[in-house]
């Protein structure tokens, strides 16, 4: 029995009438109905329950009270004479014979109906976060993350795991990311930085004697926000295996993420084992993604071949990918709207036309392909009533392993980015093309090492500077000597994707010293320049490592996929908003100048006023 209240509000049913009972939470709405009578819907954590109110001394307890406050109800349990079978406790309500105010509500208005706050202006619902989480529905997204959470601490434990935390304040390390620096006041002009990762520590603990290494880990990183990503911070199943290879590390989570996503999920359907295996380069080219939505059944085809010589300049000479849509209901507004729609968020212009029902072709670029009809059917299987899209890149720079997406404007890669889009708008826009309601698994595997700077125009990592290259040492040497391009080097790193979302990247680590060293030798980074920066882990590999492996599958973008929600911020208990700022704890914030005089900092140029 708890303190306070004798029960929750959703745990009253017909078997409790005639008893006293004693129930607390806050009055989220008040119906009177005349001087002395009026319905009161009490809400706790776990439901409602209806207290009606037929005296004048109850009465005078509640008829000054703000919604939202407080209350201690004493009463009889009686059965409804009017149920409402959408409420668990619809069959009873409660006769109080007390009313007592434990907290009032001083306000009122509120900033928003507590039950519609989801409607409510983002900045609004983040200000007053405290009362956007009373909302039953926004509550259990934060309910549903403590469940899932604890399924996976309980998963790696019984897979032999041990939960080890690491530090916060560590050492700025080049992981990819803007670090958050913290100033050491004991250490005059030195900085800790909070972790990108502990990326660095759970490899010290393979090489310390530790097997299986997890964590729920905290990571920082200073970046800007998207729906998958929040600023600031974020969670990590992360894990780290000794004496292991890439198909250890998948039969890990090949067996753990199924059962929690079948059971805690949306959908109940979810990939089983062994997860497809899916090239870099083959999903590059075939799904126009390296994190590629499998629930759609539409693929990339190459018609490049084809269209040369139809007389249309945005595609003719061009490399040209194409997606043919059968069955497709779309009308001709509905095709300009998500080609538009496809061109604001790659940056390419799609094209398109269709196939009628008399196996014609019509709409869109119809007239400059009709000569190559037949080509065209042969290539695409078309059929009547198919929509064809296409998107178009230069054809001289090619798609190389390095190559980011969407590299420039009018290259292949450019080309395979605006397909990509096109692909997925269309999967959710015609019927038939995607099975929404279910969690498809792959691994991409075989990412490019290395890949030639935006910026600098010369070789760099691709991803993870920790990664093995595939085929070792002997790899290195050969590109190192000219004998092959450095830029076709893979690395024994893998990403595992869900619904198009990327859930995590890992890799087998490089835990060699010297084919550490020949790897950072390729982007101009000698012996010392790794000691330099990762002096712990290369003094530690150089004592004896054990071959190692790991991933770190993001805890928020998992329960966000399985709350089905599409912007990260629901599923987190106080987000950041998309400037990184907390707006209900203000901050970030200035602080004294006596805090600023001891941490050896000043403040120079102009400072952002608060609004």
Partial sequence: MMQMRTHTCNELRLEHVGQSVKLVGWMENVRAVGQNFAFVVLRDFYGTTQIVVETEDMMAVIRDLNKESTISVEGVVRERASKNPKQATGDIEVVPSKIEVLGRCRYNSLPFEINRSREADELQRLKYRYLDLRNPAVKQNIILRCQVVAALRAAMTDHGFLEITTPILTASSPEGARDYLVPARKHPGKFYALPQAPQQFKQLLMTSGFDRYFQIAPCFRDEDARGDRSPGEFYQLDMEMAFATQDDVFAVLEDVLPPIFAKYGTYNVASAAPFRRIAYNDAMETYGSDKPDLRIDLTLTDISGEVKGCGFEQIDGKVVKAIAVSDCTLTRKA?????????????????????????????????????????????????????????????????????????????????????????????????????????????????????????????????????????????????????????????????????????????????????????????????????????????AFCYGAPPHAGIAPGVDRMVMLLAGESSIREIIPFPMNKNAQDVMMGAPSTVEQKQLDELHIAIVGDVEKDD
């Fill in 335 to 539: 095709i300009d709207q998500l080609c538009t729609d496809v061109e604001v968020q790659s940056g390419s212009k799609p094209y398109w036309f269709k196939v009628d029902e008399n196996g014609q072709l019509a709409g869109g670029i119809a007239k400059f392909v009709t000569g190559i009809q037949e080509q065209l059917t042969q290539a695409l299987d078309l059929k009547p009533n198919t929509l064809v899209l296409v998107a178009a890149g230069a054809a001289k720079l090619g798609l190389k392993p390095n190559m980011l997406v969407g590299v420039a404007a009018g290259d292949k890669g450019a080309a395979i980015k605006t397909a990509g889009v096109l692909r997925n708008k269309l999967g959710a826009a015609c019927e038939g093309h995607m099975d929404k309601e279910r969690y498809e698994f792959c691994w991409i595997v075989d990412f490019p090492m290395y890949e030639i700077g935006d910026e600098s125009g010369e070789l760099e990592f691709c991803h993870n500077p920790f990664s093995m290259p595939s085929g070792g040492l002997e790899v290195l040497l050969k590109a190192e000597r000219g004998e092959i391009d450095p830029l076709t080097i893979t690395a024994d790193q893998y990403d595992l994707v869900c619904n198009g979302v990327e859930l995590s990247s890992g890799a087998v680590r490089n835990h060699d010293p010297e084919i550490m060293i020949k790897a950072f030798e390729l982007v101009r980074l000698g012996e010392e320049d790794v000691k330099k920066k990762f002096p712990a882990m290369y003094n």
